[in-house]
């Protein structure tokens, strides 16, 4: 594969996108981009600054001033906010919630979108979000839409919480999920919708190395 090629993932919340995402990137030696994680590092940002609940006049303007920025490190991207890596901060269960909200928000949207682009057509990238295919790369050279049972996308963020010691009760995080999914599909700007050239990949009951392969399959030769 070319690495001017593109491989575009969208899903919804806890379908493994970044996971998968990242295991193909590093299968073609491309670089993975988590989009996902620029709206949670903006939701931080929020959040530090006790503007996470702000009117979105109030939101535009204040990160007018701030600066939010890629860095690629082992393959993958890292999220820097004035500089400073941010990006293990991003993954709290609160700061998840905020990103889906002001991921509403056209200015935020489009604060983003020219960083996501730009990463993009350098090629060589899989890029997983919840619009990619349909919005920031409309021409990806392969576009996946990722499902997975709802029931087994909250049991997987279950665990990934419990892993990190951060306690969860299964059936809220349940809830959470499906009020994620609400404010995706239904949200005005870019919601979350498979684009019609987009091929789909149920992995409720795949590993990660066959969806793997299954992606690998259909790239083009």
Known sequence: ????????????????KSSLAKAVAKELGWIHADTGSLYRAVA??????RMENAGEDSICRYLKDRRIAYAVQDGSTRVLLEGEDVTD?????????????ISQIPCVRGYLLDIQRDLGQKGGVVMDGRDIGTVILPHATLKVFLYADPLVRAFRR??????KGIHADLEEV???LEERDRLDRSR???????????????NSHL??????????????A
Do not use: F
């Not at 901060?89 to 909200?101: D, F, I, K, Q, V």
């Not at 279950?158 to 892993?163: A, K």
């Not at 590993?207 to 083009?220: A, R, Y």
């Open 1 to 16: 594969m070319l690495k001017s090629e593109t491989i575009a993932i969208d899903g919804p919340s806890a379908s493994g």
């Open 44 to 49: 931080y940002l929020l959040e530090q600054a």
């Open 188 to 202: 005005q700007l870019a919601p979350l919708v498979q684009a019609p050239d987009a091929v789909v990949l149920d």
């Open 89 to 101: 901060c991003l993954r709290g269960e609160n700061t998840g919630r905020t990103a889906s909200r």
């Open 207 to 220: 590993s990660i190395e066959d969806s793997v392969q299954w992606i690998l399959q259909k790239l083009p």
């Open 174 to 176: 349940r809830k959470d």
């Open 158 to 163: 279950h665990r990934e919480l419990t892993l």
